[in-house]
T-cell receptor, first 112, second 116 residues
Framework: AQSVTQLDSHVSVSEGTPVLLRCNYSSSYSPSLFWYVQHPNKGLQLLLKYTSAATLVKGINGFEAEFKKSETSFHLTKPSAHMSDAAEYFCAQNTGGFKTIFGAGTRLFVKA | GAGVSQSPSNKVTEKGKDVELRCDPISGHTALYWYRQSLGQGLEFLIYFQGNSAPDKSGLPSDRFSAERTGGSVSTLTIQRTQQEDSAVYLC??????????????FGPGTRLTVT
C-alpha cells in the first residue's frame, strides 16, 4: 500500500533560522508530490508541487523542496523562518488517478 | 466563487442526531473529495466524486456515512445517528480532471463537527 511518512510530528525553530520538514513517499515510477500548509481554523493551501520536471521545486513564501528518488524523499525547507510560518504542514503523494495520500502532518513552531 | 466553500463552519449536535455538511466546489472542477481530520491526525480520505458519481467510497467509515453530489457541483456529506467519535473537522476539496494541474486539490476551510 502506498504511504507518505512525515518523520517529525513537531518541529520547533527560532525565527530567522532554517526550517527542515521531512517527508518520505512510497516508491513509484512517476509520483506527483505536494506540500500543503494549514493555518489554524483554515483549509489546506498548496505550498508547492513536484510533477517530474525540475527536482528542486520552489513554492510560495520562500519554501522549496527537493525530490530525491534514490532516497524516496521530498523534504521541505526554508532558509529563514518567520513567525507567520507557524502552522501544520502536510506532505502528499499522488501516483495517478484521483486519490492523493496525505502524511500525518508536522506542526511547525517558530520561537521569537 | 473564488474558492471552495463549506457550510456550516461549525456544527454542534447531540449524539444520535443526523447532520448534513455542504461543499461548494470551485466552478468547473469536476472532481470533489471529502476528508476527515481528527484532532492531531492527518487527513483521512472519505470519498471522491467524478461528476455526480462516486467511483471511490472506500474511505467511508461506516454505513452511517453517505454522500451525494448533484449537478456536478454541490456535494452533501450526511452522517446519521452521530457518535462522539465522529467529532472532527470535515474538509472538502475539488480539482480539475484534465490538464497538468488535475491532481492539485483546492481545499475549503472545513466544517468543525462536535458531537456531545
Amino acid at each position: 500500500a502506498q504511504s507518505v511518512t512525515q518523520l517529525d510530528s513537531h518541529v520547533s525553530v527560532s525565527e530567522g533560522t532554517p526550517v527542515l520538514l521531512r517527508c518520505n513517499y512510497s516508491s513509484s515510477y512517476s509520483p506527483s508530490l505536494f506540500w500543503y500548509v494549514q493555518h489554524p481554523n483554515k483549509g489546506l493551501q498548496l505550498l508547492l508541487k513536484y510533477t517530474s520536471a525540475a527536482t528542486l521545486v520552489k513554492g510560495i513564501n520562500g519554501f522549496e523542496a527537493e525530490f530525491k528518488k534514490s532516497e524516496t524523499s521530498f523534504h521541505l525547507t526554508k532558509p529563514s523562518a518567520h513567525m507567520s510560518d507557524a502552522a501544520e504542514y502536510f506532505c502528499a503523494q499522488n501516483t495517478g488517478g484521483f486519490k492523493t495520500i496525505f502524511g500525518a502532518g508536522t506542526r511547525l513552531f517558530v520561537k521569537a | 466563487g473564488a474558492g471552495v466553500s463549506q457550510s456550516p463552519s461549525n456544527k454542534v449536535t447531540e449524539k444520535g442526531k443526523d447532520v448534513e455538511l455542504r461543499c461548494d466546489p470551485i466552478s468547473g472542477h469536476t472532481a470533489l473529495y471529502w476528508y476527515r481530520q481528527s484532532l492531531g491526525q492527518g487527513l483521512e480520505f472519505l470519498i471522491y466524486f467524478q461528476g455526480n458519481s462516486a467511483p471511490d467510497k472506500s474511505g467511508l467509515p461506516s454505513d452511517r456515512f453517505s454522500a451525494e453530489r448533484t449537478g456536478g457541483s454541490v456535494s452533501t456529506l450526511t452522517i446519521q445517528r452521530t457518535q462522539q467519535e465522529d467529532s472532527a473537522v470535515y474538509l472538502c476539496a475539488s480539482s480539475r480532471t484534465s490538464g497538468v494541474d488535475f491532481t492539485e486539490q483546492y481545499f475549503g476551510p472545513g466544517t468543525r463537527l462536535t458531537v456531545t
